[in-house]
């Protein structure tokens, strides 16, 4: 029997491609619910010039407690990157809620006098407002975004029970979620049901959790910015209003913000053919 490691001896940096190499290396930061698989096409995208990493929210694994902000997931990361104890300056990359715990990264190595290399986030919301109410988010909601994640990453729709979801009862909705996973082809008939446990629970930890950046980010934060889905029924001129106020916003946390409209949709932008594109402007973007 496999006994889980005590959380604060769990390890969440993952090679992805670590060859001996000059360059930077890049530590890639996953979204809600995500694993650092999630980046497998980015970084073959980018080729072999650069060591790469990912990092492992914790709680995917559902032995592990996810972390409730954004604060005490960088600080576990960075713990894990003092460990490997990289010697020259660190790429950071965060899709999605990764990109804010990329961004607490950064600021927190900014303080501690240490180089960022660069700073790339993924269609990240920007931070909350001091003023702003929190934003309460129902279990149904979360099962609702959860599901649509899936369809949207996988680009099929899943037949489940919308009473099911409403329910708020995880007991039915996981398994129900599972058994259309495997009718629509996207898991095996034999896949362990654990991994979507604790995808949720990660999930949810990150809808629920409030962040506001104690300082702005002392150099150029590089952002991506996508469409929606090209099935869902909205308005460019929404969209690009939208992208208007997340600059604006993120124009108040760092020095300066470089911007790039990118292809897709915040999933398929990880995905062939997009990601090629991505793959292309970070290249270009973050050059030295």
């Known amino acids: 029997m496999n006994v889980p490691l005590p959380v604060d001896q769990s390890n969440p940096l ?7 190499s000059v360059e930077c290396p890049v530590f890639c930061i996953p979204g809600a619910g995500a694993s650092v698989t999630s980046f497998v096409e980015f970084v073959n995208a980018l080729g072999e010039k650069w060591p790469i990493y990912g990092l492992q929210p914790r709680g995917i694994d559902i032995g592990e407690q996810p972390h409730e902000s954004v604060e005490d ?10 460990r490997f104890n990289p010697t020259r ?3 950071l990359v965060g899709h999605s809620h990764g990109g804010l715990v990329a ?6 190595l900014q303080e501690q006098g240490r180089s960022v290399a660069s700073l790339t986030l993924i269609d990240t919301d920007p931070p909350d407002s001091i003023g702003e109410a929190p934003h309460q988010v129902s279990t149904a909601e979360i099962f609702r975004e959860f599901t649509e994640a899936f369809e949207d990453t996988f680009d099929k729709a899943l037949d489940i029970d919308q009473a099911v979801i409403a329910s708020g009862e995880r007991e039915c909705f996981v398994p129900a979620l599972h058994a259309a996973l495997i009718r629509a082809r996207v898991l095996p008939l034999r896949d362990n049901i654990s991994m979507l446990h604790g995808s949720l629970a990660t999930f949810t930890a990150a809808c629920n959790c409030r962040y506001i950046p104690g300082r702005s980010y002392a150099d150029t934060l590089h952002l991506v910015q996508v469409g929606p ?3 869902r029924c909205v308005c460019m ?11 604006a916003s993120w124009r108040r946390h760092a020095a300066a913000v470089d911007i790039w409209h990118g292809p897709g949709h915040h ?11 991505l793959a292309k402007w970070w290249q270009q973007a973050t050059a030295l």
């Open 14 to 20: 993952v090679p992805l491609h670590a060859p001996h």
């Open 73 to 82: 997931a960088a600080i576990y990361n960075l713990h894990a990157l003092a």
């Open 89 to 91: 300056p660190m790429h």
């Open 103 to 108: 961004f607490e990264m950064a600021l927190r």
């Open 229 to 231: 889905r090209s099935s």
């Open 237 to 247: 001129d929404d969209v690009r209003e939208k992208w208007g106020i997340y600059a």
């Open 267 to 277: 999933f398929s932008i990880l995905q062939a053919p997009q990601v090629h594109s």
